[in-house]
Structure formats: C-alpha cells, structure tokens
C-alpha cells in the first residue's frame, strides 16, 4: 500500500543527502529514505541519523558512490549494508532484502527489489515508511494509521520478530515511551514480549544499556515502565525490585526545575538504593565507569538530606561532592520525600544551591605550614587535614586573616 502524504523539509531538498541520491536513483535503481527520518519528520521531532534504502546491491552502492566523489565504507556488506560519507555526513545504506528461509533469529535472506517484502522485515509499523526524493511517503504496513494514533506495533507476528533479535523487546517498550500516546501498549505485542522474555538473557549487557538508558529518558517512559513492571520483564532487566514512584516523582522535579532529562540520574531512581544497587546494575548493564561513580555517590547517604538540611551542611556537600553528585543525591533524596511537596520551597533552595554557590578551592597550600615551621612528612599532611577541616567548619572563609589563623591553629594543635 502507498500514500499520497509527502514530505517537505530541507534535509531531502538541500545538502549531502540529495547529493546522495542523485547517484543512487537513476539508471534502473531506485533509492529512498526509510526508518526514523521519515517517522520523526512526520511526528514532527528531530531527525538524526538518516537511513537510506536502495535495490542498488553493495557493491554498486560502492562503485556509484566512489564516481560520485563520496567515501563508502563497507561497514556490514554481508547484510547488504554501506556507510557512504557525503561532505563529512555519513549515511548508512542498505540493499533491500527478504527472507528465503525462516527459522527463527537464524533466517536466510537474500538482496531483492520488492519493497513490500523489504518492509514487512522491519519491527514496527511506524519505522517501515519510505520517502522518495520528491518527499512521497510509501506505506507497505499500515503505518501512517498507526503513527497518527500513536501505536507502536510490530510488523506481521509479533512473536516472529522478536524472534529474529530478543533486544526488540525492550524496543518495544522504548519505542512505546517516546512515540505512543501514554496509554497501554498493543496487546499483541505486549504478548509476544511477555511469551519471549526468556531471550533476553540472551543479549550483550551493552546492547541492554544502550536501549534502556534511551527509554528511560522517553516522554511517556512511566507509563511504560509500569507496563513493564506488571509484565515481570522490568525485574529481569535490573535484577531486582523497581521503585516506580521514586522514578515518576524524578521525572516531575526534572520538568518542575527545567533540567533536561538525565538517563543515568533516573536509573538511580527507579533502581539504586545502596551502593550494592549501583555495583549490581554496573554489572548487569555494563555501566561506564563514570555511569556506576554517579549511581554509587547518589546511593551514599542520599536518606541524609532532607528539607531540613542547613545550607552550611548544603554547601559542604557540593564541596565534597562537586555540583553534577550533589545534584544527583539531593534530588534522589526529594523525589524519596514527596509528601513534603514539588513546591517546597526549602528543597528549592536546596538542590538549587550549585545553581548559585561555586564551592572554592582550599586556598591554603604546603608553603603556608611550611613557612610555619612544619617539616616535610606526616606532619604536613596532618596539618593540612586539620586546617581543611576547620575551613569548612567556618564556612569557607577566603579573608586572609581568617586563614592565618586557622593555618596558626593547625600548626599549634
């Protein structure tokens, strides 16, 4: 089934991308744009990367590029797969293909040129359009239908293709939480997930870590996550119980304090409560490093703050933690109190101090304790300790009188 909709946006008029085409839709062959360019132009959301689907095999794909003066790459031929670098702008593209033989992830395709059979190998609905340089959109699957009514819907059998890749699954659920309308997901593939979620073990942790840390930060990612708490897939992820409220009340100070979502920030929310939370999704997601020091510094403590907290006791935080953990652990703490307000306006002052307090760096230095008499060794080192100790006590004081004493008081004690 085609459309009569069509595209009109500059990226398929002006720049690499027609510069592309122009070598890859002539002479017998026919190229277009597929996947999330065409469903984010038509949602009216950003468009990233653009995908290119083509009847050119790939090694025509490479001889045309290379005339054309572009730089192929052949970053997966054996799935029919180019990367063609235009101006510095890569594109991935791909030879249509369809199957000859099913069984189940293992299926054998080969290159084609029916686009029909090459979208109904696609996952959803809403990712299976094609735009032709002209910006006519073509639907094989019904999925204008479904993007319009905001359903994310697998391709024929569901449970067939999550067969095919068990990290459709999480797809399914993520895709849900950026693209669906907020309300329950399709009951069929919801099924399927269910029914194939054995398979998930099956997956590379960082393929997990990549999918979940996008769904996390999705516009509907609560409703979603619930859909996948109910269903026991949530559980099996993160190998252990997650804290849904903890997770919704996080995405509601984000929106209340105008901070852009945070993938890693929410994954505290909805998972860590100690530091044995932090070194377990480590683990089972493959976190970076950075990732896991941010789970484990908001798990440190984060039932210490509270409305309550001084903003001497604020600001001794965000000296020993730097302003990214302090923010991290105090909105932690406030999405964990919530019957004390999103307007409160003492958690406001509270998370909000990075925002108007820079923590200084410890002006007194080895020379000051040196010039005092105090050798090289341990008893420097103590020295040093004592008087940063007493700095902060004192808030932070910067006036040179201030510091003489405290470096005098740490030389005497």
């Known amino acids: 089934m085609n459309s009569s909709r069509r595209i009109d946006t500059l990226w398929l008029r002006d720049g690499p991308l ?5 070598a890859l839709d002539r002479d017998g062959e026919e190229a277009r744009v597929v996947g999330g360019a065409v469903r984010n132009e038509l949602l009216g959301e950003p468009v990233g990367d653009i995908d290119v689907a083509t009847t050119a095999v790939p090694d025509e794909v490479m001889r045309r590029a290379a005339a054309a003066g572009f730089k192929p790459v052949p970053t997966g031929v054996e ?3 180019v990367t063609v670098v235009v101006g510095g702008t890569p594109f991935e593209v791909t030879t249509l293909r369809e199957d000859v033989e099913t069984f189940g992830r293992h299926a054998r395709v080969a290159f084609g040129r029916n686009w029909q059979h090459d979208a109904e190998r696609r996952d959803f609905t809403m990712n299976a359009l094609y735009a032709s340089r002209d910006g006519t959109v073509h ?3 019904r999925g204008l239908d479904d993007l319009k009514g905001r359903r994310v819907r697998f391709i024929g059998d569901p449970a067939k293709r999550i067969a095919e890749d068990y990290l459709r699954i999480l797809r399914f659920f993520r895709f849900h939480a950026a693209y669906g309308d907020g309300g329950h997901p399709d009951p069929a593939g919801l099924s399927a997930c269910i029914a194939g979620r054995a398979g998930l073990e099956t997956l590379s942790r960082e393929r997990v870590r990549a999918e979940i840390l996008k769904l996390l930060v999705g516009t509907h990612a609560v409703p979603a996550l619930v859909s996948m708490s109910e269903s026991g897939l949530l559980v099996t992820v993160l190998g252990g119980v997650p804290l849904l409220a903890s997770f919704a009340n996080m995405t509601k100070l984000e929106r209340e304090l105008s901070l852009t979502p945070d993938a890693v920030r929410r994954l505290g929310a909805l998972a860590v409560n100690t530091t044995e939370d932090a070194d377990r999704l480590r683990e089972r997601l493959r976190l ?15 039932w210490h703050i509270s409305a309550a907290t001084g903003m001497h006791d604020a600001r001794v935080l965000v000296y020993r933690l730097g302003p990214e953990k302090f923010l991290d652990r105090a909105l932690l703490a406030w999405s964990r109190a919530w019957n004390e307000g999103v307007a409160d306006d003492r958690w406001h002052d509270l998370v909000l101090l990075p925002g108007r307090w820079s923590a200084p760096v410890f002006p007194l230095k080895a020379a000051d304790f040196i010039a005092r008499g105090v050798a090289k060794g341990p008893a420097l080192g103590a020295a040093l300790r004592a008087a940063e ?3 902060i006590a004192q808030d932070f004081p910067m006036d040179a009188e ?12």
């Open 288 to 302: 970076a490093n950075a990732e896991h020091d941010r789970l484990a510094s908001m798990a440190d403590g984060w």
């Open 389 to 391: 100790k007493a700095w």
């Open 79 to 81: 799935h029919g797969t």
């Open 18 to 22: 027609p510069r592309l085409l122009d």
């Open 402 to 413: 201030a510091l003489a004493k405290i470096a005098d008081a740490a030389v005497s004690a």
């Open 139 to 141: 639907d094989h699957v």
